[in-house]
């Protein structure tokens, strides 16, 4: 009896882990980067496509033209001239050596938002999830805490998601506020390629 109702519940948490992160999804998201000792912010806005596992496209329109690309085996960044007709810069590295912040955290739900060997969860309220990474994931994922809001009628509902602040170890804060967010949006894998346009410098 006791074997089979461990069974169930692990079914049940892995049930529960699967649903939550969708296969991939897509959304438009204004950005804030506040740096918490200088006091500075910086404010941008975008579009960003993910696939599972560890494919990313991150773009920002303002205040200037930056694309972020990975998709398992390379990564680009590449950045736009300031001047139409100058030329923009790319750098190309493996997908390893390029593994950015969000990358590592939006695999990271794959576990769901119940406390795992990742990180440890805590239902604040009013759609409002506080996920904590440890110890040495911290360091390796290069984020301390993430905090989820929802929709607070739908608050384990991933197309319900509508801010991601970032917390990082230095004291850094990232916020990303998602609209038109669209869960399992269908593959399109030229997506997580770049090919760089006319005029691209390549730097190491």
Partial sequence: MKLIYFICVLLTTQLARAEFLPTGF???????????????TKKGEGTIDYKYPGNIRFETSTPSQVIFVSNGVKSW????????????EVTETSAKDGNS??????DSLKNGLSTNTLYDVKNAGDGIHVLSFKGKVAKDFGIKEAVLTF?????????????????????????????????????????????APPKTRKTN
């Fill in 26 to 40: 897509s959304a438009k998201f204004e950005q804030e980067y506040i740096s918490i000792l200088k006091g500075n």
């Fill in 77 to 88: 960044y590449y950045r736009a001239p300031f001047i139409q007709g100058e030329e923009g």
């Fill in 101 to 106: 912040v969000f990358i590592k955290f939006f």
């Fill in 151 to 195: 929709n607070s009628l739908k608050d384990k509902e991933f197309s319900e998601l509508k801010k991601i602040d970032l917390l990082f170890p230095d004291g850094k804060k990232s916020t990303l506020r998602l609209t038109n967010l669209k869960v399992d949006p269908g593959s399109d894998e030229q997506k997580f390629n770049f090919i």
